[in-house]
């Protein structure tokens, strides 16, 4: 049987509680399960992990495919959806599903090769030409970003008063803003809206390919804060944050405006996130990009 990462253990049952707990004791019988479902030979390396999902490498006779389990099993069956609706264009390839056991079997990349081995304007570039690749038709069933937007202003809000204030004021007011004002705007197509550099695999039928889509309907341009944040640390200047956007929208064929509009607030509402995880690094990230951004 497989052994499950001591870090993505720990990380599992401290953000899950109890149930992160059982669901991480549970996953060595369950790719057991999958395997003879599958008719799969695990391979020797250790499983993979990122925030969410246990990836298990595997193969069916000679092929190569990765067995992604998630901790949020009722996205799974929005993700088939929209992996079915793009069809490996910029995405991986899904092969089969078991969404009640929270379960993918993918084509498998190449998980040594992220957009992180790239020079940031450069991956920034590969991204936002991503971003638009993925904007397809939508299909039916999929949350909606208008139905996320408007549960933010209030959600922020009391985030903010619950942590004691630690945002300036005027951040928080401008991302309630940008939210109403963005919810239902632009092109309403199918985004990825988890998108960051460590998301993006180097492949052999594609340079790149985005993997772990959590699926929305809604503008593109909502994917684009992750690309800010998740390599704040080599944007020393507010020059540096403004050229990595306008690299990002450019790439994408973006609307500026509500990609400024979406950065912002989801710069605000992950930074809360991050203090309630009791995360160090991600809020001061935001805080780099919000400052280049925004006034106080």
Not at 6 to 32: H, Y
Not at 248 to 259: I, N, P, R, S, T
């Amino acid at each position: 049987m497989i052994r499950v990462p001591e870090q993505f253990a720990e990380w599992r049952t401290r953000v899950g509680g109890e149930p992160g707990r059982r669901w991480v004791r549970s996953l060595p019988t369950l790719v057991e399960r999958l395997r003879e479902r599958w008719d799969l030979v695990v391979d020797d390396t250790e499983p993979l992990h990122g925030g969410q999902s246990l990836v298990v490498l595997v193969r069916r006779r000679e092929q190569p495919l990765a067995l992604r389990l998630t901790w949020l099993k009722d996205s799974v069956a929005e993700e088939v959806r929209a992996l079915r609706a793009w069809r490996g264009r910029g995405v991986v390839t899904l092969v089969d599903a078991a969404p009640d056991a929270g379960a993918l079997l993918l084509e498998r990349l190449d998980h040594t090769r992220s957009l992180h081995t790239l020079p940031l304007p450069e991956a920034a570039e590969v991204a936002g030409s991503l971003i638009r690749t993925l904007a397809v038709a939508p299909p039916a069933g999929l949350r909606t970003l208008s139905d996320v937007a408007a549960g933010i202003p209030e959600s922020v809000t009391r985030r903010q008063r619950a942590l004691g204030f630690p945002i300036p004021p005027g951040w928080v007011e401008a991302a309630c803003g940008h939210a109403l004002e963005w919810g239902e705007a632009g092109e309403q197509v199918l985004l990825h809206a988890d998108l960051h550099y460590g998301n993006v695999l180097a492949a052999a039928r594609q340079p790149w390919l985005a993997v772990d889509p959590r699926a929305l309907v809604g503008a593109p341009e909502y994917s684009v804060p992750e690309l800010m944040w998740t390599r704040a640390d080599e944007l020393h200047t507010d020059a540096d944050v403004r050229r990595i956007l306008d690299i990002v929208v450019a790439a994408g064929d973006l609307d500026a405006e509500a990609a400024h509009g979406w950065t912002v607030t989801r710069c605000v509402d992950y930074w809360l996130w991050g203090l309630e995880h009791g995360l160090t690094i991600d809020p001061a990230r935001c805080e780099r990009i919000l400052s280049a951004l925004v006034r106080r």
